[in-house]
């Protein structure tokens, strides 16, 4: 179990729509840039990740599954 | 609930689908729109389509394979034509008539139009209206004219000058985007236009357009002749609700639906096309924009699906633009605003964030490049917070 949080930074705009749905996870800064806080957080952040990616205007956000990885 | 209908294939559609499956509903989908292709996006049509730095794959809303998980019903190239609100049926026009337990009314809006259609004369709302422009400028034109100087004009005036065209810009009012933030704020978008180069007509209208077969000009209303060969039209957008005109419902500037986006027992609606009560903001609006299309075609899913505990829908729209090398953002509603104040940088280098106040209160915060500022703002602006205490607020 467990996911990534993977952002494709040659899309991402830096519009810091998904720092307000998970401010956990991600972050905009004064530099304009998007810092990923916690790339494999925990089960409990997944939906809140997964309307991130979901509102992503450029569609930059993905959630790769840990355990699909490894097989 | 055995079957569900969604009319309108774009954004708040295909949200609505997937939040119906996420929350676990395993029935039939049937998936309506009058459109011949799957759902695209549209922001990118002013955008990286126009500019010719994105392929058109790169809209598609949804891959191939998360349709086969969706496991939809797709009608594509099929129009609605009318609704029985009281039986659940949707009467398509291929003769099919879907009888249903649920409804999603999501039929978005189209562009408004001049006059009577002409060679050269566009308007930006669909794919193919992307490429007819985009061809028509990689004819290269002498002169484009844009009308109306809101999202689309605007926006297709950045696109067209960064790919070198000579542009002019009319707008009726005396800034561009003069209602969403304000006259002052607006003369600051002005002047990044015409920094660019852009030559804007402001406080003018449109009378007419010159040109037999093909469009030769824009004849303005103080009596001005603008010679054009390509014309972009963008003076706003009207609801498709013409196939709701016999159903009894209030179609009245979109199809109203109450506090929770409920339109009638079974019936809800999303997006462009819907109006409905905001308690957050005490205002009846309908919202224009593709974060509004997601966030209101999940809400209407959970409705449709758990009733009335999906509670009401109350976000607070926000919007961005790209012009330039400039990100416009605005949260929140400006209607009436007695205050205003920048909070971070200066007009002088176009990068800045300000608030809007009423009535005591912070209503709405629009950003230049200052994408971190609207979000904080806007989670002051969710919270309810007075404009004093966001004007203090350490951001
Ligand atoms: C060029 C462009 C750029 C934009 N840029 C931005 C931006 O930068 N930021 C922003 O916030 N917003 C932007 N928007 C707005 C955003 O794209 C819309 O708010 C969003 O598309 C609304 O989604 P919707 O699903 O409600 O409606 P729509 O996208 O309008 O979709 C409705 C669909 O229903 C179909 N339909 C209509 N009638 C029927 C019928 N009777 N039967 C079957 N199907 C029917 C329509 O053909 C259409 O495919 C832009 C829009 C355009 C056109
Ligand atoms: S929402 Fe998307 S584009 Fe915006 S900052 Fe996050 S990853 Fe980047």
Known sequence: MGFKVVVDFDLCESNAICMQIAPEVFEVRDDDFLYILNETPDEGMREKVEESAQRCPKQAIKLEDLSSEDE | ?395
């Open chain 2, 1 to 395: 609930m055995n079957s569900i209908a969604i009319i309108g294939a774009s954004l708040a559609g295909l949200r609505a689908a997937e939040t119906f499956r996420r929350e676990g509903f395993d029935a039939t989908i049937h998936l309506v729109g009058d459109e011949p292709h799957a759902p695209y996006d549209r922001p990118p049509l002013s955008k990286q389509i126009l500019a010719g730095d994105w392929e058109i794959e790169k809209a598609w809303l949804a891959k191939p394979e998360k349709y086969d998980e969706l496991a939809l019903e797709t009608h594509y190239g099929v129009a609605a034509t009318g609704l029985d609100v009281g039986g659940l049926a949707v009467s398509l026009d291929s003769g099919t008539t879907l009888a249903v337990d649920g409804i999603v009314i999501a039929t978005g809006a189209r562009c408004r139009t001049i006059g009577e259609p002409l060679a050269g004369v566009f308007t930006l709302r669909t794919l193919d209206d992307a490429i007819g422009i985009r061809a028509a400028f990689d004819a290269a034109p002498d002169r484009v004219v844009v009308v109306g100087a809101g999202f689309i004009g605007a926006e297709v005036a950045a696109t067209a000058r960064e790919l070198g065209l000579d542009v002019t810009m009319v707008e009726m009012a005396t800034a561009p985007f003069e209602r969403s933030m304000g006259a002052e704020m607006g003369a600051v978008l002005a002047d990044i236009h015409r920094e660019h180069d852009v030559d804007l007509r402001l406080g003018v209208g449109v009378s007419g357009f010159t040109g037999d077969d093909a469009v030769t000009g824009v004849d303005l209303t103080d009596g001005t002749h603008i010679a054009a060969d390509v014309v972009i039209v963008g003076v706003g957008v009207i609801p498709n609700t013409e196939w709701l005109t016999e159903s009894g419902l209030d179609i009245t500037n979109g199809v109203l639906c109450d506090d929770t986006t409920l339109v009638a027992p079974g019936v809800v609606a999303a997006g462009d096309v819907a109006r409905w009560h905001n308690r957050h903001f005490d205002e009846t609006m309908r919202v224009e924009h593709w974060d509004n299309a997601i966030t209101m075609g999940t809400h209407a899913a959970k409705r449709l699906l758990h009733g009335e505990s999906a509670g009401a829908y109350t976000p607070t729209p926000w919007f961005w633009s790209d012009q330039y090398d400039r990100k416009i953002q605005l949260a929140g509603r400006t209607t009436g605003f007695d205050r205003f104040e920048l909070v971070n940088g200066d007009v002088e280098s176009r990068t800045f964030a300000g608030i809007y106040g009423r009535g005591g209160r912070i209503v709405a915060v629009l950003g230049f490049n200052r994408p971190r500022h609207v979000m904080r703002y806007r989670a002051l602006i969710d919270s309810g917070a007075s404009f004093d205490d966001a004007l203090a607020a350490d951001i």
